[in-house]
């Protein structure tokens, strides 16, 4: 189902993230908070491949241990947009008249927040920290999820399938789980991977920006936000923690690319 | 589009604007502890005092006077004073406003040059390898976060050439944040022209172009582009999120004064004043954008419906 070259990099890169955040500190070669495991801030070797940090701790093992921060933390995030906006979609768009209406515009207002600028805000509220992060980033999601959800939910109602089940007298619950719920699946799977890579950048991003990840926690955001003031004298800090963020991210997105060329059937005209 | 439709539309934004006003008003009484406390910043002060802060804060009043007065004075522009410097919260947006104007224009520069480039030499020839390359780099525009590659950027053309400085505001220093800001809106917009111009290149009048013996380049440069151009440019009002999103980035990294880094130090430094007035003023700026491109797009091409 892959397919194409790219959706095949991207998938042993997600894979090799996934056994690295699993299996990290098991084959990390150092503890990734031990400090002076070597000299502060000294260059890539042998015995430490990625160099280290100004505290003297080996950052190829940090990046490792990175591994369970970014993605794990993009996926809870993607999971939090995911069950919220889809029931919020879901319950309006079948509820139908003044809920849905006021719903709908509730959803729109809320859409008008620049997505960062409205993670940023419920960050302002909750505090900083890398759940907080996460949990901002993830509410912020849910309104875009819950538009595309309501959509889609709308049309399939109006389906003869849908109409058929109601006239057997299948109960609404039914009728949601058995019915709709696996026509919405393949599109929610697309809005998921489509959204997956955003979110591990924008975690990162809030961790970067002090908001999320605090010290020394080894999220890559927050690493090259520590290795920020000693770029000049040792870019390797800043080098390989974006590297990883930046491989990890563009392996979601060839991978969400192609499913969504897959599963999408409005995209199949495309690719 | 007529006069109707764009009163309509423009009346369609006060509900929007209340909702999303409601929003910041709610968050920022979500906020855990004694607003009087956070403005006085650890300070010992009287109880006389703190009733006299209490007072001017607004704070000793029900919700609903406090609402009610928050939405007069957001319609105003009052934002209220700083917590930290005690400015008018409008006044500060108002001296940060041109730095992020200059780079919200810089990176949308070098976004569109980028983005239009990529996305109409993959789609005048799509599903070929160029196609996949010129896609594959604008994934990657879209994959690359904003502050490594500021960063890596500050280390190589400033640091190790020399050829731009990292910090102040001339235009000089200009060059760097644009190109980090600019890389992911070419990477959104070359997907977005691509499908555009894919598209249109199946259309009569191309055929029609390319059946009176007109060059391939002034098919694509005249006609195919110049109608591929048109949804692009309907989303241009989406680009805004972005560019406000990435201004907080790369003000951040690159030490520059701005909104973004504004409302970054206001959520680190606790002062909520700032952050309601930064929020709200944003949004509604994305707002009015968004109607003012859907208004000029029912102008100027009028297949679209009111």
């Known amino acids: ?271 | 589009m007529n006069a109707r439709a764009v009163l309509g539309r423009l009346i369609g934004v006060v509900p929007t604007l209340i909702i999303t006003w409601t929003v910041v008003f709610g968050a920022m009484r979500l906020v855990p502890g004694d607003p009087v406390l956070l403005m006085l910043q650890g300070t010992p002060v009287s109880d006389a005092a703190m009733a006299a802060a209490r007072a001017k804060l607004g704070v000793d009043q029900p919700l609903v006077v406090q609402y009610v007065e928050f939405l007069a004075g957001a319609v105003q522009g009052d934002f209220g004073d700083s917590f930290r410097s005690r400015l008018p919260v409008t006044q500060l947006i108002a001296g940060e406003f041109p730095y992020t104007l200059h780079l919200a224009l810089g990176g949308l520069l070098v976004g569109v040059v980028l983005g239009v480039s990529l996305g109409v030499i993959a789609g005048v020839r799509p599903d070929g390898w160029i196609d996949t390359l010129c896609m594959t780099l604008a994934l990657g525009g879209l994959s690359l976060p904003s502050f490594w590659i500021a960063m890596l950027l500050i280390q190589v053309f400033a640091t190790m050439l020399g050829w731009v400085p990292v910090l102040g505001t001339g235009l000089n220093a200009l060059i760097l944040p644009s190109i980090s800001l600019g890389l992911f809106i070419a990477g959104g917009l070359a997907r977005l022209i691509r499908n555009s111009i894919i598209e249109v290149m199946g259309q009569d009048y191309i055929r029609t172009a390319r059946a009176k013996g007109l060059p391939e380049f002034l098919v694509i440069g005249k006609h195919a582009m110049r109608n591929a151009m048109i949804p692009p440019l309907t989303l241009l009002g989406i680009q805004f999120a972005t560019l406000i999103g990435g201004a907080v980035v790369t003000e951040t990294v690159f030490a520059r004064p701005g909104i973004g880094r504004l409302l970054v130090l206001a959520v680190l430094e606790k002062d909520f004043p700032v952050v309601q007035g930064v929020v709200a003023l944003t949004t509604a700026a994305y707002v009015l954008i968004n109607v003012a491109v859907d208004i000029a797009t029912g102008i100027i091409d009028p297949r679209v419906e009111a």
């Open chain 1, 1 to 271: 189902m892959l397919g194409t070259p790219g959706a095949v990099a991207g998938g042993v890169v997600i894979l090799a993230v996934l056994v690295l955040a699993v299996l990290a500190p098991f084959v990390a070669p150092y503890d990734w908070n031990a400090t002076s495991q070597c000299r502060r801030l000294a260059p890539m070797s042998a015995a430490h491949w990625f160099g280290c940090d100004l505290f003297g701790r080996d950052l190829l093992s940090r990046v490792m241990v990175g591994a369970r921060y970014s993605l794990g933390l993009g996926i809870s995030t993607v999971v939090i947009s995911l069950v919220f906006g889809a029931t919020l979609g879901v319950v309006i768009a079948y509820s139908g008249g003044q809920v849905d209406r006021l719903g709908v515009r509730v959803i729109d207002a809320l859409l008008c927040f620049p997505p960062i600028i409205l993670a940023i805000l419920i960050v302002a509220v909750l505090g900083v920290g890398l759940w907080n992060a996460a949990l901002a980033v993830g509410i912020s999601g849910i309104p875009r999820f819950a538009r595309i959800t309501r959509a889609v939910t709308l049309s399939l109602t109006a389906r003869e399938f849908v109409e058929a089940a109601r006239a057997i007298g299948a109960s609404s619950r039914r009728v949601v789980l058995r019915h709709l719920l696996p026509n919405l699946a393949p599109i929610l799977i697309v809005l998921t991977t489509l959204d997956l890579g955003s979110a591990v950048l924008f975690t990162a991003t809030l961790s970067f920006l002090g908001l999320g990840a605090q010290p020394p926690t080894p999220e890559w955001g927050a690493m090259l936000n520590a290795g920020r003031e000693y770029v000049r004298y040792a870019p390797w800090t800043m080098v390989f923690p974006g590297l990883a963020l930046f491989l990890t991210v563009m392996a979601v997105n060839l991978v969400g690319d192609r499913l969504s060329a897959v599963l999408d059937p409005r995209q199949r005209s495309r690719r």
